[in-house]
Nanobody, 115 residues
């Protein structure tokens, strides 16, 4: 089992930046993919970005060129650097890992983009 704890959310003005962190613990050796999802007000949860154990990345079209996902294997942490934030990026951001047929979720961190 993998336990995930997100941090780094908050309130930021349009055009600003935030970096989210997600620390993984537990059966981390079994993780194949780490990623970030988000759920905005009245919307379904959607994939924002993911990164495989081999370093392959995938981004939602809406965040390409603005967000960057990365990992620090020594710290068992995945990051989401978010630049040029827009009001429509406002959401609860969830960390996610996949290990075999199992999926783990963090509790989420709120990101609000507003002036």
């Amino acid at each position: 089992q993998v336990h995930l704890v997100e941090s780094g959310g908050g309130l930021v003005q349009p055009g600003g930046s935030l970096r989210l962190s997600c620390a993984a613990s537990g059966s981390i050796f079994s993780i194949n993919v780490m990623g970030w999802y988000r759920q905005g007000p009245g919307k379904e949860r959607e994939l924002v970005a993911s990164i495989t154990k081999g370093g392959l990345t995938n981004y939602a079209d809406s965040v390409k060129g603005r967000f960057t996902i990365s990992t620090d294997n020594a710290k068992n942490t995945v990051y989401l650097q978010m630049n040029s934030l827009k009001a429509e990026d406002t959401a609860v951001y969830y960390c996610n890992t996949r290990q075999g047929l199992s999926v783990s979720w963090g509790r989420g961190t709120q990101v609000t983009v507003s002036s």
